[in-house]
Antibody
């Protein structure tokens, strides 16, 4: 069974940092580019960041460029998102996705 | 960045009748490798998004054949040949030709 399990979300103050993790199972993780997608409450989907299978290519939405860093560890079947200088507009449910497969999401709330 | 524009933004469908959603991109989604990187997702109420179609018209595993995709270049269409009650939710198109990937605004489909 394919699973993507996100963790690391929570409440953070503006300007602080959080690190999201996603652990994959049930498919060959290193064969897939991976992405983070977020969704504000009642809003649409927003692609946040993506990373190629070997981490040789990374990309970011303009809204997070310079503040967020995506990385992966194929030996651990894990995807990460380091989020710095958090803002209120970063409040959302963050999904880890391989495109074909999606996790259930981890909630990030940025508030003082 | 490539802008993805969906129409309509909401649709009230009749069970057993066809329905279609349009998605237009601000640039061609045909890659130099010959593939066109246009995806369709459905997010059912309270669930994570699920992949319906990839590369314009290829159905993902388990997707019913009442879902079909067509188009090329910058104009794409998702068609449901006979809408069923389980098809309610928000449909998103997304491009994956280069970073940053972007989603359309979403089309909310409900049943009359």
């Amino acid at each position: 069974e394919v699973q993507l399990v996100e963790s690391g979300g929570g409440l953070a103050q503006p300007g602080r940092s959080l690190r999201l993790s996603c652990v994959a199972s049930g498919f060959t993780f290193e064969d897939y580019g991976m992405h983070w997608v977020r969704q504000g409450l009642g809003k649409g989907l927003e692609w946040v960041a993506g990373i190629s299978w070997n981490a040789g290519n990374k990309g970011y939405a303009d809204s997070v460029k310079g503040r967020f860093t995506i990385s992966r560890d194929n030996a651990k079947n894990a995807l990460y998102l380091e989020m710095n200088s958090l803002r209120g507009e970063d409040t959302a449910l963050y999904y880890c996705t391989a495109g074909d497969f999606w996790g259930q999401g981890t909630q990030v709330t940025v508030s003082s | 960045d490539i802008v993805m524009t969906q129409t309509p933004l909401s649709l009230s469908a009749t069970p057993g009748q066809p329905a279609s959603i349009s998605c237009k991109s601000s640039e061609s989604l045909q890659h130099s490798d010959g593939k066109t990187y246009l995806y369709w997702y459905l997010q059912k109420p309270g669930q994570s998004p699920q992949l319906l179609l990839y590369e314009v018209s290829s159905r993902f595993s388990g997707v019913p054949d009442r879902f079909s995709g067509s188009g090329s270049g910058t104009d794409f269409t998702l068609k449901i040949s006979r809408v069923e009650a389980e098809d309610v939710g928000v449909y998103y198109c997304m491009h994956g030709i280069r970073f940053p990937w972007t989603f359309g605004q979403g089309t909310r489909v409900d049943i009359k």
